[in-house]
């Protein structure tokens, strides 16, 4: 019994590194870099890793408070969601 939770809470951590990867538009497989100038920063890393290693109370967390968007996003796709969404914005003010 104490292997299957082991097991299970191993293979979530891994899920919840590729879903905090991918959710932050690195991808599974690219290299994710720290520090420089496209680097996500060390408080991101330290953070990320923190919501990885608690993947049970982050899970709970993320669907307690309706599935939310990413703080930080490193994407195009991203960026033209925020675009659209101040330009509805600015349509309705």
Request: aromatic share 10%.
């Amino acid at each position: 019994m104490a292997v299957v939770l082991v097991l299970g809470y191993i293979s979530g951590w891994m899920i919840a590194v590729c879903a905090i990867r991918v959710r932050a538009g690195v991808g599974v497989s690219d290299r994710l870099k720290v520090f420089g100038p496209n680097g996500f920063g060390l408080p991101w890393t330290l953070h990320s890793a923190v919501k990885a290693i608690f993947w049970p109370l982050t899970l709970i967390h993320w669907l307690a408070s309706g599935c939310l968007e990413p703080r930080v996003v490193f994407n195009e796709k991203a960026h033209q969601r925020l675009a659209r969404r101040q330009a509805v914005g600015s349509v309705i003010s």
